[in-house]
């Protein structure tokens, strides 16, 4: 079982790289043409990679159970789940999309600084350099692995480390499911978080984050697994990057 999980862990990790080192180049060419070197991107991802696992890999020397611990395994009552929550998250997702509630001047400082930070800017960068039908596979190798790390640190090494503090009590789930939705939320809001630009654009972005941090947080601890929340998460973005090209 050792053996499976860490064949397991190392095509996630690689899966990982491959989508950081992808994402990385779209938006440097997107701002400088195809002239930056792909190996220095690639390096950069693969640290950046290693840095988000060392964390999950500690884990996994720990309890030798990482399957069994984020309880990856399907069960059929997680469709219904599954099925009810994609909606009410891309419906969250309208209300609060920031480019239809920002300014108009925010919208242009996101299109000429920060190109990325909305899934429409993404969508349109990948939209400019593939056709249709790349556009798919394309989306999917961006956002399985990263919302898969997002799920095993928010709703995993988070949610599952401080649900498990004993002298929070009873407080401690709801606790849990609140922080890790607020951290969730702020990680949504960098690069500009501590800046004064973007204000609306930010607490939109922020609120939509948290909200789905937290429906994703009230998944993980019905079932004790992340599975379901990555799914749910995988969809939701799927759904919002496509619905942007």
């Known amino acids: 079982m050792k053996i ?6 190392i095509l996630i990790f690689c899966w990982v790289t491959l989508e950081n080192t992808l994402e990385s180049y779209l938006r440097t060419a997107y701002y400088q043409g195809f002239h930056s070197s792909f190996y220095s991107i690639l390096m950069l991802s693969l640290v950046t990679t290693l840095l988000l696992f060392t964390p999950v890999w500690i884990e996994l020397l720990c309890r030798g159970e990482f399957m069994k611990y984020y309880g990856l ?3 059929r009552e997680m469709l219904i789940w599954i099925v009810l929550a994609v909606p ?14 920002a300014p108009r001047s925010e919208l242009e400082m996101i299109e000429k600084h920060y190109t990325g930070y909305l899934p429409s800017s993404i969508a349109k960068i990948v939209a ?32 599952f480390k401080i649900s498990n503090i004993k002298t929070l009590g009873e407080a401690s789930i709801p606790t849990a499911i609140l922080t890790q939705s607020i951290i969730f939320g702020l990680a949504h809001i960098y690069p500009v978080a501590l800046s004064p630009y973007l204000p609306v654009s930010k607490t939109l972005v922020f609120l939509y984050a948290m909200l789905g941090g937290i429906i994703l947080g009230i998944v993980t601890y019905r079932f004790k697994s992340i599975l379901p929340a990555w799914i749910i998460h995988t969809l939701g973005n799927l759904i919002t990057v496509i619905s942007c090209i």
């Open 4 to 9: 499976i999980e860490g064949i397991f862990l």
């Open 73 to 75: 395994k399907f069960e």
């Open 88 to 101: 009410v998250i891309v419906a969250i997702g309208f209300i609060l999309d920031p480019t239809r509630l």
């Open 128 to 159: 400019e350099y593939y056709s249709p039908m790349y556009l798919l596979p394309i989306s999917l190798i961006v956002i399985i692995p990263s919302t898969f790390i997002e799920e095993l640190w928010f709703r995993g090494l988070i949610q």
